[in-house]
């Protein structure tokens, strides 16, 4: 899956995350959460995860994260993956 174009999903309310995704020449993953200390590489871990499963090679990856469990975070970033991914012409 390539990343396109400018992309988000989620919010910023308690227990969840926003995503926000735009073409970049490498792969690089920034992470702000409110748990960063505690849980940062299980984040980064379950993102990287998601990313290779969608075969994702390129792109900037920005979370801000509000103590999402794993399943939200996939959540939102699969939905960004697929807004970043989309053809605008279709």
Known sequence: MEIR????AGTLQ????QVFLEPAPTLSIEIESTVKKQFEHL??????EV????????GHVRVSDRGAL???IVAR??????????NPQS
């Open 14 to 17: 308690s227990s969840d995350l």
């Open 5 to 8: 174009t400018k992309a988000q």
């Open 77 to 86: 970033l699969e939905t960004a993956l697929r807004r970043a991914s989309a």
């Open 43 to 48: 984040i980064r871990k379950t993102i990287e």
């Open 51 to 58: 990313l290779a499963r969608h075969e994702v090679r390129q």
């Open 70 to 72: 794993d399943y939200a």
